[in-house]
């Protein structure tokens, strides 16, 4: 009887195991030749940059990153303009503003940096990006071990993507990043299944197609 019941533990053990891993296989086959480096980066209207966290109102490190990809894109003329998506929820935090005063900084032109405030979550970004702003092809930048939810979400928001993973030294900050992608690829997989509204969804905002037709100029 004791060894009947461990084998049904062990048995349902598997099965919730194999349950949790399934999106994170959804997201990893799914991806197919549609993750890169920024030199395999294609060319592209707009790119999209997730925030990352602030370090007294500054970039964290790995948005830095993110937004330095972003900076060789455009100034290697595969991008002509930034939409940066992030949390601006409180107004003693505001992720936007500082990665359009990074970008500007860093020698994109402001008027090429468009903000989206309400990017509260990867999908929140997704969603916006499409139905807020209009986009409708872009290369999407984040961290590796992120690039592959984003893309997922962005292709189902409706987004002709490629994704660029910006690689960072294997810490634990990067190994905690990897973690959450667990859980977060099974919320990916509901959101793309659902489609539900982003937390803020509001009226088209105009800024990215004021960038490119700046860019046209």
Same mark, same amino acid.
């Given at each position: 009887?004791?060894?009947? @019941? /461990? ?27 549609? @993750?890169?480096?920024?030199? /395999? ?8 940059? =997730?925030? *990352? ?11 830095? !990153? ?17 939409? #940066?998506? &992030? ?16 970008? #500007?900084? !860093? ?22 990006? /499409?139905?807020? =702003?209009? @986009? ?9 071990? !992120? #690039?592959?939810? $984003?893309?997922?979400?962005? /292709?189902? $928001? &409706? ?24 859980? &977060?690829?099974?919320?990916? *997989?509901?959101? $793309? ?23 046209? !100029?």
């Amino acid at each position: 009887m004791r060894r009947v @019941v /461990q084998r049904r533990l062990f048995q349902a053990a598997v099965a919730a195991s194999a349950v949790a891993l399934a999106p994170m296989t959804w997201l990893w086959l799914g991806a197919g030749d549609r @993750v890169g480096t920024v030199a /395999q980066a294609p060319s592209a209207p707009v790119a999209v940059v =997730f925030g *990352a966290g602030l370090f007294d109102g500054k970039p964290s490190p790995y948005l830095a !990153h993110r937004l330095d990809a972003a900076v060789t894109l455009y100034q290697d003329h595969r991008v002509q303009a930034v939409l #940066v998506t &992030g949390d601006n929820s409180r107004t003693e935090y505001d992720e936007t503003d500082a990665m359009h005063d990074y970008l #500007v900084e !860093h020698g994109v032109p402001a008027v090429r940096v468009v903000e989206d405030y309400a990017g509260f979550d990867t999908w929140d970004s997704c969603t916006r990006a /499409q139905k807020v =702003f209009g @986009v409708e092809r872009a290369v999407l930048i984040s961290q590796t071990f !992120h #690039v592959r939810r $984003a893309l997922a979400l962005c /292709q189902a $928001a &409706g987004i002709d993507s490629y994704a660029v993973g910006v690689d960072e030294p294997t810490d634990s900050t990067w190994y905690y990043g990897g973690l959450r992608e667990i859980p &977060g690829a099974g919320k990916a *997989a509901l959101d $793309a299944l659902f489609e539900p509204d982003p937390t803020f969804l509001g009226e088209k905002e105009h800024g990215l197609g004021r960038a490119l037709a700046d860019a046209a !100029h």
